[in-house]
């Protein structure tokens, strides 16, 4: 499953991050994609990119398949599973530019400035069912990018594409976004205010303590509680300034949408945990992350990477954020 949110800080600069939840690793690792990488594509031609990106990716015969990433410029992408409902093309369209499921992250990463820039160029996009390999599937996803501005939501089923604007600022899975938004309705009356006392005939009667005004927000991990649970601590959370409130804002966030061992069996038996949560910061082009069996958070600054060579994807060293 998973988890996307966006906000910004006290500067107006992006912070994007997301929980990856799944029962097994694919040895996923924090990537760069140096500026001036030739990103080899399916469909189109390959292209020296444009941004300089990192993030969580495993490596292909040297593509980044990135589950997220953000790049230099402060544009961040990332895919979360839509299973059910995403339907990409079988083969190329005439008319289109053709990307493959799999290269959308790196694409837009490498590509694209804005969110503006990303929308218009999807627009015209097909998205295509092809493998990064033979012995890959083809992942059902869909896709959330987020500038300083804003977030959409990119949908591609079997009548095609669908764009989003998303005023909350977050994603989980299934099912389509519509569908999200409308469900947020049920829950008007949640907010995180202290309810005072109120009294009923005779009997004045007041809380046991905080939290009552949050009453009825989900705390399962269903992806249709996550998202509500998530757009509520998205929305309620104060606004910050320094670095490392905001990133731990992040972490916090996701923090409570999160899945620990034993909550969500999957259909073999495993259970379902949140292998790693990160956030990109474009205020200083960092990139932070912490995983299920290593929760201390760890960082790599995309700048220190400016005059890498342009010839090979780069696995940073990290550091611990303190």
């Known amino acids: 499953m998973c988890t996307g949110v966006r906000f910004t800080d006290s500067q107006g600069h992006l912070f994007w991050g997301r929980n990856y939840d799944w029962n097994v690793s694919y040895g996923e690792k924090p990537i760069v994609m140096p500026k001036g990488y030739m990103l080899k594509m399916q469909f189109c031609e390959s292209e020296p ?42 083969e190329p369209q005439e008319g289109k530019t053709n990307i493959a499921a799999f290269e959308i992250p790196a694409w837009i990463g490498a590509h694209f400035a804005t969110v503006d820039e990303a929308e218009a160029a999807l627009k015209n996009t097909a998205i295509i069912a092809k493998a990064p390999a033979p012995e890959m599937g083809v992942a059902a996803l869909h896709w959330m990018i987020a500038d300083a501005k804003r977030s959409i939501i990119v949908e591609y089923q079997a009548d095609g594409m669908h764009i989003y604007d998303d005023p909350v600022d977050v994603l989980t899975n299934q099912p389509p976004f519509p569908w999200h938004l409308e469900n947020l309705r049920n829950y008007l009356c949640c907010n995180g205010s202290w309810p005072g006392s109120v009294t009923w005939r005779e009997e004045k009667l007041t809380p046991f303590g905080t939290g009552s005004t949050m009453r009825g927000i989900p705390g399962d991990p269903y992806s249709t509680s996550r998202f509500v649970k998530a757009a509520f601590v998205n929305n309620f959370y104060p606004q910050k300034e320094s670095e490392a409130d905001n990133v731990m804002r992040m972490f916090h966030t996701l923090g409570s949408v999160s899945f620990s061992d034993g909550m969500a069996a999957m259909d073999d038996g495993s259970y379902e945990l949140t292998l790693y949560s990160d956030c990109f910061s474009a205020a200083t082009n960092t990139y932070y992350y912490n995983t299920y069996t290593s929760p201390a958070v760890r960082s790599a600054c995309l700048t220190d990477f400016a005059e890498a060579p342009t010839d090979a994807l780069i696995t940073p060293k990290t550091e611990i954020f303190a």
């Open 49 to 90: 990119t444009k941004y300089a990106t990192i993030g969580t990716a495993v490596e292909n015969d040297g593509f980044p398949l990135y589950f997220n990433c953000g790049n230099e410029a402060g544009l961040s992408v990332g895919g979360l599973n839509f299973a059910g409902y995403a339907q990409f093309e079988s």
